[in-house]
């Protein structure tokens, strides 16, 4: 699967937190106004963009937070912003020059929960397994703080950037409401409905590559012919049987 700080949720969370830096620079600061994942985006999602595009002909390059601030004084869209922002600056004024990791651990999540990350909307399924794992990855970052000493903001966002690049995410599919599963895969199971799709002769039971060491004559003398077998004829038999009891309705197609 993907890196964590690959996936749009995670690299909102981290957009957000680079703002805490003395500097960033306005490309980052006009993709987070953009994004999705922050309490407003709903609501003054249009005016956001609009807002980006006006700090861009304004504002320098290279912003700061006292800048931004400054910037959203006067303007009247995007009142949630720019309340948000006044927090977050003064959040900004009193952030300590260096702490531990659980204590960075702790002040991220106070800086996310400003900015209302993940945002307003009912999270995805797959939106909900991310924050599952960025959660698991903020726990293992804090506990570094049992073996690592004291450090600034810089080192802890970089420390936790690239926790974030080793953590691979694979979405669980097994709470999805529609599964598609090969038939041992579906062996042993049970289902609300089940839908066995592909039932003909050519499928049931399912082609396999013939051994390309043994002749036909012989395959068929071991009973290896695939078409013959009746070992795996038997085995597909009960697998039907089984499949065919596996939830209370099911549909056979061919």
Not at 215 to 229: C, G, I, N, T, Y
Request: with cysteine.
């Amino acid at each position: 699967g993907p890196a964590l700080n690959n996936l749009a949720l995670i690299q909102t969370a981290i957009s957000t937190l680079k703002l805490l830096e003395n500097s960033f620079d306005y490309h980052a600061l006009s993709c987070w106004l953009r994004a999705p994942y922050l309490e407003g985006s709903e609501t003054e999602g249009c005016a956001r963009a609009q807002l980006a595009a006006k700090l861009g002909e304004k504002l320098p390059w290279l912003l700061s937070p006292l800048l931004v601030k400054r910037a959203l004084q006067s303007q009247e869209a995007c009142p949630n912003l720019k309340r948000q922002w006044e927090i977050f600056y003064r959040h900004h004024q009193n952030q300590p020059s260096q702490q531990g990791y659980a204590d960075w651990a702790n002040y991220f999540s106070e800086q996310l929960k400003l900015f209302g990350w993940p945002g307003e909307r009912k999270l995805t399924s797959e939106e909900f397994q991310l924050l599952q794992h960025w959660q698991e990855v903020l726990a293992q970052f804090a506990s570094l703080s049992l073996v690592s000493p004291p450090c600034a903001l810089t080192s802890a966002l970089q420390r936790l950037e690239t926790m974030l690049k080793q953590h691979r995410f694979q979405i669980d599919s097994s709470t999805a409401e529609i599964e598609v599963l090969t038939p041992q895969e579906a062996r042993g199971r049970t289902f609300t409905a089940l839908w066995l799709a592909g039932m003909d002769s050519e499928q049931w039971p399912q082609r396999q590559m013939p051994n390309v060491f043994l002749s036909a004559r012989l395959a068929e003398q071991l009973d290896l012919d695939f078409h013959k077998s009746k070992k795996l004829v038997s085995d597909y038999q009960a697998l039907g049987q089984m499949l065919a009891q596996a939830a209370p309705v099911v549909w056979v197609s061919y």
